[in-house]
């Protein structure tokens, strides 16, 4: 079946190709209603993180309809072990620069751990600074029902939220990196902090190593987007850390990962030529010089 096909959707709509997010005929900036359109059409969706322009024009030339300024910049950017460490003032210079490497991408920031835990104020007054200072159109922050007043605060005052819950890796002092939502009891608490987050309005919510049968009913359950990394086929939306997903993050990735390209191998293949270049004196050859 083709993208332009009129298939109907499991909500009985005609799909409509030149609207879509992937592959679509727009070229103005994506927003949060075209996301909320596209789950009413049964549409998937891709995700990426990026954390400089550069990246992110290359992603925004891609088609990819959604890019993500995540905390994961602490690991995969600024060389911390976790994303604890990374500050609101970080997260604004960092989306600043993927909101200009972008034109149609709608661009989403994460919150960092201890920007919005003390409550919906210090949540607004964060989440304010990256819309003013950076514009994103977005801003995403983790936890379900414990976040649920932050959430309604935000979005009462025009900002909207995309959720994260299951594994939230802000709090892996005291959750570790383990598996969310496996057992009766765990599951019941993965449905109600859906339930919480779409709510107090959130647009959409990350759902991070759940197991993919849970991540399914979650998505069948809420009129939201679920977007899942670690958590199976069947959500709304995939994510996945730009690094990890173009093999430049090295070391050991968790299972979810795949990998489309080595740029590790490739980056690190160009560096020694250029260094063997310079050394053996074969680097810069007349072609490369003035006079
Ligand atoms: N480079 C990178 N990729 C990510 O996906 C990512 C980050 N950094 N930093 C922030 C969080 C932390 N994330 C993590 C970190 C570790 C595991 C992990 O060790 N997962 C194990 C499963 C553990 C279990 O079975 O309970 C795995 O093998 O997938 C998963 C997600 C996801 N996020
Ligand atoms: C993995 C995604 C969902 C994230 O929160 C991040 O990259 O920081
Ligand atoms: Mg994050």
């Known amino acids: ?9 499991p909500q009985g709509k005609p799909a409509d190709g030149n609207r879509a997010l ?3 005929k727009s070229n103005r900036r994506i927003t949060v209603r075209d996301i909320t359109a596209a789950k009413e059409r049964g549409e998937k969706w891709p995700m990426l993180t990026a954390y400089d322009a550069m990246t992110a024009s290359v992603f925004d030339e891609a088609g990819i309809p959604v890019m993500l300024v995540g905390d994961s910049a602490g690991n995969c950017h600024l ?3 976790t994303t604890v460490p990374v500050t609101l003032d970080q997260m604004t210079m960092l989306s600043a620069a993927v909101v200009r490497g972008t034109g149609r991408a709608l661009i989403v920031a994460d919150l960092p751990f201890g920007s919005y835990q003390e409550g919906p104020v210090q949540a607004l007054r964060s989440a304010t600074r990256l819309v003013k200072e950076a514009g994103v159109g ?7 029902e414990r976040s649920h007043r932050q959430i309604e605060l935000l979005v009462e005052s025009g900002i909207p939220v995309m959720a994260h819950i299951g594994l939230t890796p802000q709090s892996v002092n005291s959750m570790g990196y383990r598996v969310q939502g496996r057992g009766e009891e765990a599951a019941q608490q993965l449905l109600r902090d859906a ?13 991070e190593l759940v197991p993919a049968e849970l991540a399914a009913e979650v998505t069948r359950t809420l009129h939201i987007p679920t977007v899942g990394i670690g958590a199976g086929p069947d959500t709304d939306a995939q994510v996945l850390v730009w690094t990890d997903m173009l093999g430049l993050t090295g070391g050991r990735m968790p299972k979810f990962v795949k990998q489309y390209a080595d740029l590790r191998g490739v980056m690190g293949d160009a ?8 050394v053996g004196g074969t680097f810069p050859q007349e072609e490369h010089s003035v006079h």
């Not at 083709?2 to 959707?9: E, I, K, V």
């Open 1 to 9: 079946m083709t993208q332009l096909s009129a298939a109907p959707t």
């Open 22 to 24: 992937y592959g679509g």
């Open 79 to 81: 060389g911390y072990e």
């Open 138 to 144: 977005a801003v995403k922050l983790e936890g379900g």
């Open 195 to 207: 339930k919480a987050v779409q709510d107090a309005g959130a647009f959409a919510v990350v759902l």
């Open 271 to 278: 560096a020694k030529a250029f260094a063997e270049d310079v």
